[in-house]
């Protein structure tokens, strides 16, 4: 079962990826006034980038406590995460296709994938203790 130690790991990766997408997003981008290309594309990318890796890590602690009697969801938790994480980054870079003021770019979506490969990468590389994130319970006879 996760402890509060371990959860704190899996946090701290979700506030690190959501602290560094607020900054590009609120100070970085709109006081950047350079012309290199590098720069700007990496800017424009990273906002989906950053939240493919943060996440999953933020499901990582949610979703074993929403669902403790699912043994493969919560065995599994790491790939449960990344696609309803990657799932809901793509789906919201389609719908910013149908929109006036939001702007549609294929570059997104393969760097939203990117960032889904980088977190589970972290996760194969992260202590085996930090993995063990479920616990399965299961009701003894005559409760509910």
Known sequence: MMTSKHSYYWLALFAFCFATFQLIIDVIRPNYNGDSATV???LGIAPNFLPSIGIPALFI?????????????NENVHITANVIS???LISWEFIQATSTKLYFDWNDIFWT??????FQLIW???PEAYKQTYSVTRPENGSH
């Open 61 to 73: 602690v949610l979703i074993p406590q929403l669902k403790r009697t699912n043994k493969w969801l």
């Open 124 to 126: 194969m590389l992260a």
């Open 40 to 42: 700007n594309y990496l």
């Open 113 to 118: 994938l990117i960032g889904a490969l980088v």
């Open 86 to 88: 990657t799932s809901g």
